[in-house]
């Protein structure tokens, strides 16, 4: 069992969205200050990702001891943002685990993509819960 240094447990849990948020604000401005018109914020969400990918965030991560709410949240941006299905979440997680050393909960399941199938299936936002 990993363990964490005091200021890996003091950090707030901060979902993709938020993450990106003061990176959109700050570009809504710029694109202001140059009279043009900015995209959206899921278009922007859509841009940064292909530029950045997840990663930046996920290193914010890292060392988290995750909840079972807070793995629903990164899951959950792999699958609307990353295009990635739910067939994936065992590698997913054990990827979360190996690079960012992000520790998943212990819930009976929780590392099957039968799990996780029935928790995103709820989101209407989520395309890619059966893989294709």
Do not use: C
Not at 9 to 24: A, I, M, T
Not at 56 to 63: A, H, I
């Amino acid at each position: 069992m990993k363990t964490q240094s005091p200021d890996t447990q003091l950090k707030p849990f901060v979902n993709f969205e938020r993450f990106v948020k003061p990176r959109y604000d700050k570009d809504v401005a710029m694109y202001k200050h140059f009279s043009e018109t900015p995209p959206g914020f899921e278009e922007y969400i859509q841009r940064y990702v292909k530029m950045h990918g997840i990663k930046p965030w996920l290193e914010t991560l890292q060392g988290l001891k995750a909840t079972e709410k807070q793995i629903y949240s990164i899951l959950n941006a792999y699958t609307k943002y990353a295009n990635r299905s739910i067939n994936e979440v065992p590698q997913l997680l054990a990827w979360l685990d190996r690079y960012f050393d992000i520790e998943t909960p212990l819930v009976e399941g929780i590392a099957t993509s039968e799990y996780w199938r029935k928790r995103l299936e709820k989101n209407t936002f989520t395309s890619n819960i059966t893989g294709e």
